[in-house]
């Protein structure tokens, strides 16, 4: 049974590719092909290391991107291309454990479920590992927990090629077109499985979306959550197209500077308050907790978000 692996490189290091790239080639499971798209054209290092894998094993395809198409413009290039039946996610950056895709295809083929993800193994850029297990959701937590935040993590996905081909892929949602596809799937009442086991080492980068651009990605993540609320009272349709996207972010102050400016300063008062607080300065942490909360009004809506997650998690590991 043949899976297809899509991934899409932009700006990363060497060690950070060449890492990613074994992990897939060298996976317990072999019957697969790689598909990775170049979505920076003017990156040459990166288009050598390709050119070299794929002279070495014929199961590596590379697709060219004339211009910068984005994550999920790019994807889906890879998306026309796969041959398999089961199509699984990964991250340039990332590395998957040898035996992910065995246990992703054993998992999806015992237990009748159209996509699964896993627990995840997080690291910084030099490999260090930050946290050896982290777990948002199970198997019966899934679904309740997807209404209210991305519980998932893109890069551990493997979904049935059908399925995701069915949704014609990702739809254009800047940082949040994996969370959109996840709440389609839910829409569309198809099952989702959660595999309780690291999996993946996710890197966690200092330049990621995550901390240039958390309004935008807030933003994102609440445009696609009233998209579901709305297929769900209209029977499963959705006014989505990029001229919404934008009025939505126009609406909701995402070119307003200042407004932005704020929302920033925010969540960079989070942080340090996390920081003290992990460095048991409680009074002082959760002073700067509460007001980081109180600054901005979407700054709260983002922080009871965070809060249900962590009780779910808690309770996950409580459980399992």
């Known amino acids: 049974m043949l899976v297809s692996v899509v991934m899409s490189t932009y700006n990363e290091t060497e060690d950070e590719l060449r890492k990613a790239i074994d992990s897939i080639l060298n996976q317990t499971y072999r019957t697969l092909e790689f598909i990775i798209a170049i979505d920076n054209p003017t ?16 199961r590596v395809i590379i697709l060219n991107n004339k211009e910068n198409l984005g994550l999920a413009m790019s994807l889906n290039r890879c998306l026309d291309e796969v041959k398999g039946e089961y199509i699984a996610r990964m991250d340039a950056d990332d590395i998957s454990f040898p035996d992910r895709i065995e246990n992703e295809l054993k998992f999806l083929c015992e237990n009748g479920f159209d996509m699964v993800a ?39 996905v493997m979904i ?59 933003l994102s993540t609440q445009y696609v959550k009233q998209l579901y609320k709305f297929r769900k009272n209209k029977k499963n349709i959705d006014p989505f197209s990029e001229e919404d996207m934008k009025a939505y972010l126009e609406e909701h102050g995402y070119f307003n500077v200042e407004y932005k400016r704020k929302y920033e300063k925010c969540c960079n008062l989070y942080v340090i308050a996390k920081e003290d607080i992990e460095t048991h300065k409680f009074i002082r942490g959760y002073w700067k907790l509460i007001k980081s909360m109180c600054l901005h009004k979407d ?22």
């Open 43 to 58: 990156n040459v290092d990166i288009s050598r290391i390709l050119h070299e894998y794929k002279n070495k094993d014929s």
């Open 118 to 156: 896993t627990d995840i193994e997080l690291i910084n850029e030099e490999n260090k590992v930050l946290a050896d297990k982290i777990s948002y959701a199970s198997t019966d937590t899934v679904k309740r927990i997807l209404r209210y935040s991305n519980c998932i993590v893109h890069s551990t």
């Open 160 to 218: 049935k090629s059908e399925v995701i081909k069915s949704f014609n892929g990702y739809r254009s949602i800047k940082s949040a077109e994996d969370y959109d596809l996840w709440l389609r799937l839910l829409t569309s009442g198809y099952k989702i499985g959660i595999i309780n086991r690291p999996l993946i080492s996710y890197r966690l980068r200092a330049n990621g979306i995550l901390r240039s651009d958390k309004f935008g990605q807030h």
């Open 299 to 320: 700054r709260r809506l983002l922080a009871i978000n965070i809060i249900h997650r962590k009780i779910m998690s808690i309770y996950i590991q409580y459980v399992h």
